[in-house]
């Protein structure tokens, strides 16, 4: 059975695209191939942001790297929700848009609520 993600070239086509949303909040993309490492198992660099209006980065998705305070000072892909940072099991491309996105998709319903409160 082949490994081959026939979805990544979706995702390295959105590298470095930025979608706006009627909000005030935007997404940002950043994605190219890299030499396959510890930092880059899949032999791609990947940011996935989502920013307030006032340019605060909201979430973010993105490769392997030293986390600081990690008792096992071992990389992994991971998600940056507010200060947390929470491990990210990356599959494939496909499956990490889809991630991405649901989540951007439950903060903006988030955000939505609060406007209504105000």
Same mark, same amino acid.
């Given at each position: +059975?082949?490994?081959?993600d026939?979805?990544?070239d979706? !995702?390295? *086509? +959105?590298? *470095?695209? =930025?979608?706006?949303?009627?909000?005030?909040h935007?997404? %940002?993309?950043?994605? @190219?191939?890299? &030499? %396959?490492?510890? $930092?880059?198992?899949?032999?791609? %660099?990947?940011?996935?942001?989502?920013?307030? #209006? $006032? $340019? =605060? =980065?909201?979430?973010?998705?993105?490769?392997?790297? !030293?986390? #600081?305070? *990690?008792?096992?000072? $071992? &990389?992994?892909?991971? +998600?940056?929700?507010?200060? @947390?940072?929470?491990?990210?099991?990356?599959?494939?491309?496909?499956? !990490? !848009?889809? *991630?991405?996105?649901?989540?951007?998709?439950?903060?903006?319903?988030?955000? =939505?609520?609060?406007?209504?409160?105000?």
């Amino acid at each position: +059975m082949s490994k081959t993600d026939f979805t990544l070239d979706t !995702l390295l *086509d +959105m590298d *470095d695209e =930025r979608f706006f949303y009627p909000s005030g909040h935007w997404v %940002k993309i950043e994605a @190219r191939r890299v &030499p %396959k490492s510890s $930092n880059f198992p899949q032999g791609i %660099k990947y940011s996935l942001t989502l920013h307030a #209006p $006032n $340019n =605060r =980065r909201i979430l973010g998705y993105d490769n392997a790297h !030293l986390v #600081p305070g *990690d008792k096992n000072n $071992n &990389p992994y892909d991971h +998600m940056h929700k507010g200060e @947390r940072i929470i491990k990210y099991p990356y599959q494939n491309a496909e499956q !990490l !848009l889809t *991630d991405f996105y649901s989540d951007v998709e439950k903060i903006l319903e988030l955000e =939505r609520e609060y406007e209504y409160e105000t």
